[in-house]
């Protein structure tokens, strides 16, 4: 159980053009789930805090224009990376909070590359 | 602030060796801990979690992790290191908001 999934697992795409990369839980459902990114030999740096039904909250310092996060419903999250530049990529994880409120579960990644 | 901080690296040990991988914290009140592990180009998966009770945690694949209240720490440990444990572990501290708060991560290499 408690498994999340996200798609695509990895993408390369042109300097401009727009990514989306989707979390879901597969077996429970989730009212939060969390964007990450992770740079090669690093930790991860959340970006933002997603939250069924309403707006996300972004850490300092990512922009909210140009990294649009949807939770439309209690499954799914997507991250659409807008005007890619080459410094977006990356390795890109979600994580899904399950309802007891502990643990986090983390989708296997995706890694976007933009040339 | 809270924080986490996995002082090593790396940890090298040898196969069928006992391992530890160091992870201290600073919090406010009482700590969620959590210990996971990043395979290659992996995301990451839930070892063990402390949360109240016994100051020792017994998690997936033979790790365990000791509490340590007076010394702020939460180590990982596994009695006999195998190879296929060789991977980067991260440390996370969760805040009251539940966001999780990650050490730098430790990569462990178990050697044959």
């Known amino acids: 159980g408690a498994v999340v999934s996200q798609h695509p697992s990895r993408v390369i795409c042109k300097s401009g053009t727009s990514v989306k990369i989707e979390c879901r839980s597969l077996d429970f459902q989730a009212t939060t789930m969390f964007w990450y990114r992770q740079f090669p030999k690093q930790s991860l740096m959340l970006m933002a805090t997603s939250n069924e039904g309403s707006k996300a909250t972004y850490e300092q310092g990512v922009e909210k224009d140009k990294f649009l996060i949807n939770h439309a419903s209690l499954t799914l999250s997507t991250l659409t990376v807008t005007s890619a530049h080459p410094e977006d990529s990356s390795f890109y994880i979600c994580?899904?909070?399950?309802?007891?409120?502990?643990?986090?579960?983390f989708g296997p990644g995706t890694r976007l590359t933009v040339t | 602030a809270q924080s986490v901080a996995q002082p090593e690296d790396q940890v090298n040990v040898a196969e069928g060796n006992p391992l530890t991988v160091k992870c201290t914290y600073s919090?406010?009140?009482?700590?969620?801990l959590f210990w996971y592990v990043q395979y290659p180009n992996r995301g990451l998966q839930f070892l063990l979690k402390?949360?109240?009770?016994d100051n020792l945690v017994k998690g997936s694949y033979g790790f365990e992790a000791e509490f340590n209240k007076s010394q702020t720490s939460f180590h990982l440990k596994k009695p006999s290191a195998l190879v296929s444990d060789s991977a980067l572990y991260f440390c996370?501290?969760?805040?009251?908001?539940?966001?999780?708060?990650w050490g730098l991560g430790t990569s462990l290499a178990v050697n044959p």
């Open positions: 402390y949360i109240t009770g």
């Open positions: 994580s899904a909070l399950i309802s007891s409120g502990y643990e986090q579960y």
């Open positions: 996370a501290v969760r805040e009251m908001n539940r966001k999780l708060i």
């Open positions: 919090v406010s009140g009482n700590p969620y």
